[in-house]
């Protein structure tokens, strides 16, 4: 080692040394990630210690950047859903989805009903999908080892049905501007049908599995509290807040994609602990499960896209017996469509929360500033307020239960 | 809703704009907050019109659970040493979106608790989401701040 690296460890040992007065606690400050299993991803948290206790938390995000919204300025509109989806790549469809919607708001173009439908069954999937992996792990975190592979088993299954529309199992880019970018394939209800049958015995399932586990309740309830003034001070949204007991939900409060046309409650509970949000997060599988039974018994004829031939893109088989289709083709893949000059804010409801995009367009063919306002970014501010005053132990525990995800951070 | 520091107000695509005076921007989220029950600071951000004068726009959206409404609040902050106060005392969810507008496109929030380089390395030179920062390459000319 060389001298300045010695005289560096000498300095901090200094720092370190015990108190002058023997009564103030000896605080230590520790480095937790952002190489850490529990923090999911990449995120370094300063903590400093009192003996067991945390007293102050620090986190230190960015580690995932990947300057998604510098490059959506350099693509053109059709290209930028491919990297939506890289943003949260838990939930990529509720992505898309918001992306899809912003720019369909510019353009004033009308979706028909069937892609509505197709839209909303197929993020509840993606919701389905990031709550069972949030469960796995989360519980994985406070040592249930074995619902791990039970929440995976029924990923799997969801993954399946996301790859036979899509063709992909996790980077889909299903929802594209206009309507989706497939028509489902045949026989799509049985295999549906057979998976949104047998998949609310499952949550109970897990619930016995975790609840009759007298750890687990010793382990989530009483532990992460935080105001429900600090959570709204603090940009918190999704189940944390509705774990909190308000049932703050863009599903319910500003329909999208005819959201207003489907029965389902908003989850909410009013413990504002871990074991309160882990409730939530049971009850919205619930209510996804509900909400993907009645799309696929009411699915509505008709197209899957909508019927705007300077945006889409035309049937394949137009394209190749008739000149005009032959035209838009070639100039919508090489120089995109251009959609009028104004800015707009659309927000969804994810997994995490509210997701927010403002695009602003400058009458080009591609956008001129797209910022994403990402559910997990405004959760993580919470976490020095999460945080305080807790056992390290109970840290890993009220960590897990923000479910959050760094990519959709970091951006 | 009117208030001193509303120059304009635009409804575009259902929503609704106000441009305001940058200089009374701490007062106005006060009275939006307070007074119009806009409780949630949704998001922050701004864009670079960059060659035009004032260069940059400071975006707020602002969200009131009880009227279920959303407004966007607007100011335009010149290019030459970008600034406008922190609206961090309103709320606090300000504090991690501010330092990314300053990370990303330099511009100064006076008054911010810890106004530091939040996605980006802390040794970091430029502003990437600024107009005139390439997209890609290794090395980029970028005038010096």
């Given at each position: 080692m060389s001298k300045d690296i010695l005289d560096h460890v000498a300095t901090i040992a200094a720092e370190q040394?015990?108190?002058?007065?023997?009564?103030a606690p000896r605080r230590m400050t520790l480095n937790m990630g952002?190489?850490?299993?529990?923090?999911?991803?990449?995120l370094r948290i300063v903590l400093e210690l009192e003996g067991e206790t945390i007293r102050s938390a620090e986190p230190d995000i960015?580690?995932?950047?990947?300057g998604i919204e510098k490059q959506c300025e350099a693509l053109t509109y059709a290209k930028v859903v491919t990297l939506t989806d890289r943003v949260d790549y838990l939930s990529n469809l509720s992505n898309n989805l918001v992306y899809a919607l912003a720019v369909e708001k510019l353009l004033q173009i009308e979706i028909p009903q069937k892609a509505q439908w197709l839209r909303v069954m197929m993020t509840e999937f993606s919701r389905l999908n990031s709550h069972l992996v949030w469960l796995g792990t989360h519980a994985l975190d406070i040592g249930a080892m074995s619902i791990f592979f039970y929440c995976f088993r029924e990923r799997e299954e969801i993954l399946r049905i996301l790859e036979q529309f899509?063709?992909?199992?996790?980077?889909?880019?299903?929802?594209?501007?206009?309507?989706?970018?497939?028509?489902?394939?045949?026989?799509?209800q049985k295999n549906v049908g057979k998976f949104i049958r047998g998949f609310p015995a499952k949550v109970d399932e897990y619930e016995n599995l975790l609840d009759s586990n007298p750890i687990w309740g010793i382990r989530t309830k009483s532990v992460g509290f935080v105001a429900l003034e600090d959570m709204l001070d603090l940009g918190v949204t999704g189940p944390m807040i509705r774990g909190a007991?308000?049932?703050?939900d863009c599903r319910k409060?500003?329909?999208?994609?005819?959201?207003?046309k489907f029965n389902f409650e908003v989850a909410t509970r009013n413990g504002n602990d871990v074991y309160s949000r882990y409730q939530v997060r049971m009850q919205e599988m619930r209510e996804s499960a509900k909400i993907i039974t009645q799309a696929l018994e009411g699915?509505?004829?008709?197209?899957?896209?909508?019927?705007?031939p300077h945006v889409m893109l035309p049937d394949r088989e137009k394209m190749k017996t008739q000149m005009e289709a032959l035209i838009y083709h070639f100039k919508i893949v090489t120089e995109g469509f251009r959609v009028p000059a104004g800015e707009v804010y659309q927000c969804i409801e994810s997994p995490r929360g509210e997701i927010g995009y403002y695009i602003v367009s400058d009458?080009?063919?591609?956008?001129y500033r797209v910022h994403m306002r990402t559910p997990s970014f405004g959760n993580l501010q919470a976490l020095p307020v999460l945080l305080k005053d807790v056992l390290i132990a109970d840290s890993i525990a009220a960590l897990g239960s923000m479910d959050f995800v760094l990519g959709d951070t970091d951006r | 809703m009117s208030h001193p520091a509303i120059l304009q107000t635009v409804e575009a695509f259902g929503e609704t704009t106000h441009f305001a005076d940058p200089s009374q921007i701490m007062a106005l989220c006060r009275y939006f907050k307070?007074?119009?029950?806009?409780?949630?600071?949704?998001g922050l951000t701004a864009v670079d019109?960059?060659?035009?004068?004032?260069r940059f726009e400071v975006v707020y959206h602002l969200h009131s659970i009880e009227r279920n409404s959303r407004v966007r609040v607007k100011c335009k902050v010149g290019g030459e040493n970008p600034e406008i106060d922190s609206v961090y005392g309103v709320w606090r969810s300000a504090n991690w979106f501010e330092r990314e507008v300053f990370d990303m496109f330099g511009i100064k929030f006076r008054n911010h608790p810890n106004l530091i380089r939040i996605?980006?390395?802390?040794?970091?030179?430029?502003?990437?989401?600024?107009?005139?920062?390439?997209?890609?390459?290794?090395k980029y000319s970028y005038p010096n701040e």
């Open positions: 040394e015990v108190p002058a007065s023997p009564s952002p190489q850490h299993p529990s923090t999911h991803g990449v960015g580690f995932l950047h990947t899509s063709g992909q199992r996790m980077m889909t880019s299903y929802i594209r501007i206009g309507g989706v970018s497939l028509e489902p394939p045949r026989g799509w007991g308000m049932p703050l409060t500003e329909p999208y994609s005819s959201y207003d699915m509505p004829e008709g197209p899957y896209q909508a019927d705007a009458g080009t063919s591609k956008p | 307070d007074e119009e029950k806009y409780v949630r600071l949704s019109w960059h060659p035009t004068e004032p996605l980006m390395p802390l040794d970091w030179e430029g502003h990437p989401l600024r107009k005139d920062y390439p997209v890609h390459g290794y």
